[in-house]
């Protein structure tokens, strides 16, 4: 776990900073991508540079949603379920077994668990155990991220919006 006098939005723009592109959210559908076989509808566009000050001082004044792609080693979850707390100690026991106990987690604005963590071992491995070891423990609740059945594009990482990082204060 992410020490608490680590900021999260000193962590959020980290990984901001160092992604060579970015999504932004859309008020509306703004792609239709087939994908195995399937239809997915994106509200996230891609845009292909990297991150300037301007799209940071957007995000931070809650003028624009971002996501970031997830790198090698990088995994998020986002619990919706009403059980968080169980998850969240079913999932920090889970991930101690991979010597993982640096990660982020947040409630988003809509009063959802969202955990950002890093791996070395390999990231569908560990989120093959994860979605495995959960499900023998809870209903299924959540999702996890990268997922190989799903669209590059899906597989991506929401940042916080501005009234997360104003209610962590």
């Known amino acids: 776990m992410i020490d608490q006098s680590t900021n999260l939005k000193e962590e959020i723009l980290l990984l901001l900073r ?3 592109f970015y999504y932004t959210k859309a008020p509306n559908i703004v792609e239709k991508i087939s994908f195995n076989g399937r239809k997915f509808y994106s509200k996230y566009l891609l ?3 990297n991150p300037d000050e301007e799209l940071i001082k957007k995000y931070l004044n809650g003028n624009v ?3 970031i792609p997830l790198k090698n080693g990088e995994v998020f979850i986002r619990f919706y379920g009403k059980e968080w707390r169980r998850f ?3 999932l920090n026991k889970l991930l101690k077994e991979f010597q993982i106990e640096l990660f982020l987690f947040f409630m988003d604005e809509n009063k959802r668990l969202n955990i950002f963590f890093k791996t070395k071992e390999k990231e569908a ?3 093959k155990y994860l979605s495995v070891k959960l499900e ?3 209903e299924r609740e959540w999702k996890i991220l990268p997922n190989e059945t799903l669209p590059k594009n899906y597989n991506i990482f929401p940042l916080p919006s501005k009234e997360v990082f104003e209610s962590q204060n």
């Open 18 to 20: 160092r992604s060579s």
């Open 47 to 49: 845009v292909q540079k």
């Open 65 to 67: 949603k971002v996501a």
């Open 88 to 90: 969240f100690y079913l």
């Open 125 to 127: 491995e560990v989120v």
């Open 136 to 138: 023998e423990l809870m």
